[in-house]
């Protein structure tokens, strides 16, 4: 058994220890890359595209995104190679 508190580890987006998502980023950076992606069109990766929207919704969604918090890149601007973490970190929570 893990204790919890040894597995919480820095934010990949803000460096800051807190609880982390599977990827590796807290749930400012989490919501941070989730607008990323919804503006670069990369759905897949968007888990508010996938979970809450149809896909003939998607471009609505990119403009409510880029109405509400503006079109340039919150989080993958300073962080390249957050996606490529995502793939090399895949599994980690798996059962
Ligand atoms: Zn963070």
Not at 57 to 69: G, M, P, S
């Amino acid at each position: 058994m893990v204790d919890p508190v040894d597995s919480i580890s820095a934010c990949a987006g803000c460096d800051l220890r807190r609880p982390l998502d599977d990827m590796g980023l807290c749930a400012e950076c989490a919501a941070k890359l989730d607008r990323d992606m919804i503006r670069e069109r990369a759905w897949d990766y968007s888990a508010t595209a996938f979970f809450h929207y149809d896909p003939k919704d998607y471009e609505t969604l990119r403009e409510k995104v880029i109405a509400e918090y503006g079109a340039a890149y919150e989080l993958i601007a300073s962080q390249k190679d957050v996606r490529k973490r995502r793939k090399g970190k895949k599994g980690s929570r798996k059962q």
